[in-house]
């Protein structure tokens, strides 16, 4: 008996159940096992006490001549005697407000499965179907694995009174489901199947351990150690300079926020020294050079309007588009979006409680932007909105992900990774193997992309040289990364200035300018 186990509430709600249902008199009891508290204490006497005055009251209001409506065993009890109380309770009432694992509604339903022992006392035939009740305080830790179980918050009295009721006047058929049900993930996830479990987690997270490098990031409750492949190193700007001159066939796939412009700036045009450096790379025919965004795509057309050779991708892949005189296509067929009727109401919701929070609605997505929120309120709340959004979608063909300071629904398979196929199977169309790839990001999104491009050496020429980069140190598929918007831009001014220099030594390249003077 301590001040976690919600025994004071459990008993508000029994009166409640008492006061609501006058049938209920006279033919529920309720048990109450208090098992002795660890501690002593203050607190532990007010809880003993308060509990004893609440019992009191309850028989005295609603006991009488051989009936009292609650039984408070507030003493020690053999396991043999529990169990007994166990078999033959219809409902088990679990009502903690804060418990790790509690074991008690495992307990109760293999009690309630019996054995051969048990049906010969009670003179239960063997083929008499075995039936229980559950009602778990969600805070309990074992609640979520009870898919049967009605589950409570037990500082609601009238919502775990009801749930008594419910659990009372269910069919026997119903019982029984849910008793089979929670009897079969009780009587195969015992003791040896997480143990097992266990070390085969260990065993995967331990695996490489030998050969990684672990770095120490943050500080106080906002420290945490990551784990990063020996592999993983800063991206050479000699060495990439060095591959893009002897390649012939490029292709080069960047992300726009974040990657060449700092993530989070209010400018509302495009970096300058950015749209420079794409249109020197895009006037080099060797080079295929796509800008894969999140944005929407109007916003793409606005930036990058003076540069006609550029691919571009919006919405995460949802719309593209391969240069400027080409119309946009979609990379996904979706027959409607009746699901942001479902969506945007929730995540109205959510805007109107986080402050600075807004939601921005592209043609194929909804976003819920958190970035100028309390950082610590907006992401306990961007975890609640995935949830909630998570459940009320389940049957929509959408898929909820969570990036950084965003909570994003949007069609089933849209992502980065499709234009890296778009992009790599054009090229291979027209005969030209890339041998040189490189793929910049700096977020989750980006992953798909170098997931892509890293497995795709069908599309790629065997000599081919492919460098994926992420922005900052941190767990990724890239090899390689480099610090900062800054170093990408000095890096693809490299490239740029290569190709260039290359044009201007290049004896074809004087020859194409004659050709076109003469039409």
């Not at 529990?82 to 074991?103: F, S, W």
Request: charged content about 25%; overall charge negative.
């Amino acid at each position: 008996m301590d001040i976690f186990k919600g025994i004071s509430l459990k008993l508000l709600a029994m009166e409640q159940l008492l006061i609501q249902h006058p049938d209920k008199r006279g033919k529920v009891v309720l048990v109450q096992i208090a098992n002795p508290a660890r501690g002593r204490g203050k607190d532990v006497q007010e809880v003993q006490s308060e509990t004893t005055a609440t019992v009191n009251r309850i028989n005295a209001t609603f006991g009488r001549q051989g009936y009292k409506p609650v039984v408070l065993i507030d003493a020690p009890l053999q396991f043999y005697e529990r169990i007994a109380y166990y078999v033959i309770a219809e409902c088990c009432l679990v009502t903690a407000v804060r418990d790790g694992m509690n074991l008690i509604p495992y307990e109760y339903v293999i009690c309630r499965q019996g054995n051969e022992k048990l049906d010969e006392t009670l003179g239960l035939s063997p083929l008499t179907p075995k039936k229980s009740m559950l009602v778990v305080s969600e805070f309990v830790g074992c609640s979520p694995s009870l898919s049967g179980a009605i589950r409570v918050n037990p500082w609601n009295i009238d919502s775990v009174a009801e749930a008594m009721d419910s659990a009372l006047i269910v069919s026997e058929a119903e019982k029984q489901l849910r008793h089979e049900k929670h009897y079969r993930y009780v009587s195969t996830h015992d003791v040896a199947y997480w143990a097992r479990s266990f070390l085969q987690d260990l065993e995967r997270a331990c695996r490489d351990h030998v050969r990684r490098r672990c770095w120490g990031i943050g500080f106080g409750l906002g420290f945490r150690v990551i784990a990063l492949d020996p592999n993983f190193r800063k991206l050479s700007v000699d060495y990439i300079v060095s591959a893009y001159k002897r390649t012939k066939s490029r292709a080069i796939l960047l992300d726009y926020d974040g990657a060449m412009m700092l993530r989070g700036s209010i400018s509302t045009t495009a970096n300058a020294e950015a749209v420079g450096i794409l249109n020197s790379l895009c006037r080099d025919p060797k080079n295929v050079v796509f800008i894969v965004s999140g944005r929407d795509r109007k916003t793409l057309m606005e930036w990058f309007s003076s540069c006609e050779k550029l691919g571009l991708a919006a919405e995460h892949g949802y719309f593209v588009r391969p240069n400027h005189e080409a119309d946009w296509e979609t990379s996904v067929s979706v027959p409607d979006f009746d699901w942001k009727q479902i969506a945007d109401p929730v995540m109205q919701l959510y805007t109107e409680t986080t402050d600075g929070s807004t939601i921005e609605t592209k043609e194929s997505a909804l976003v819920w932007n958190y970035q100028y929120a309390d950082p610590d309120f907006g992401s306990c709340q961007a975890k609640e909105l995935l949830d909630h959004l998570e459940s009320v979608l389940a049957n929509e063909p959408v898929s909820v992900k969570s990036g950084q300071h965003i909570v994003e629904v949007k069609p089933q398979g849209v992502n980065k990774g499709i234009v890296a196929e778009y992009l790599l199977s054009t090229m291979r169309q027209k005969g030209m193997l890339p041998d040189f790839v490189i793929c910049i990001g700096d977020d989750r999104s980006d992953e798909d992309m170098f997931g892509v491009i890293m497995s795709a050496r069908d599309s790629l020429s065997p000599v081919a040289e492919v460098f994926a980069c992420t922005v900052g140190q941190k767990p990724s598929k890239a090899k390689y990364y480099l610090e900062d918007t800054t170093e990408i831009l000095r890096m693809l001014q490299g490239l740029a200035n290569a190709s260039e220099q290359a044009a201007k030594n290049s004896p074809q390249a004087s020859q194409r300018v004659v050709i076109g003077e003469s039409k």
